[in-house]
């Protein structure tokens, strides 16, 4: 019978991290629902071409870089010989850029193979996107968002990305 004993008492010690690891899980997975309805606003607001929807996603003073494939590097290089492979940018260009767009041409931008990771204060999400101009596809590549958990809700605090131009490919 003693045998028993040590075994019961490992069996409930292994219980209990396990049934807060379950806790902290459905507390992530909220925040992982949060962060979608972010992507889901995100992706909502190129499409209205809403420029101050898209402004109110970022967190002032965050980073934003973009890097352009070899290929993409060597034909934007033979209009603009100085361009660089990594550019910098910001959420206030790209959202004047939507909020400029024609009206007679519909932008949008989707998203497959994403993944969301978050401990309920930063987060990350990561994807492949295609960038589509009246549905046709102009640059696709890999999309990376760091976020912060704000007091006004999820944040995107950096965006880096690759830029990979289907016209040429």
């Given at each position: ?55 109110s ?9 973009q ?11 033979t ?5 660089k ?7 206030e ?12 041409k519909a ?15 930063v ?47």
């Open positions: 019978m003693k045998p028993v004993l040590p075994a019961l008492m490992l069996a409930i010690m292994l219980a209990v991290p396990l049934h807060a690891w379950a806790a902290t899980s459905d507390t992530h997975a909220e925040d992982q629902a949060q962060i979608q309805q972010l992507i889901n606003r995100f992706k909502s607001a190129i499409v209205a071409k809403d420029g101050e929807a898209m402004r996603m970022f967190m002032p003073g965050g980073s934003w870089l890097g352009l494939d070899n290929g993409s590097l060597a034909t934007v290089r209009k603009k010989p100085e361009a492979q990594f550019a910098p940018g910001s959420y260009q790209f959202a004047h850029f939507i909020e400029t767009a024609p009206k007679d932008i949008e931008e989707t998203f497959d193979n994403l993944h969301i990771e978050t401990d309920g204060t987060g990350t999400v990561y994807f492949d996107y295609r960038f589509l101009v009246n549905g046709k596809p102009t640059n696709h590549g890999v999309e990376t968002w760091q976020l912060a958990h704000t007091e006004e809700g999820w944040k995107i605090s950096t965006m880096l990305y690759s830029v990979i131009l289907d016209d040429i490919h």
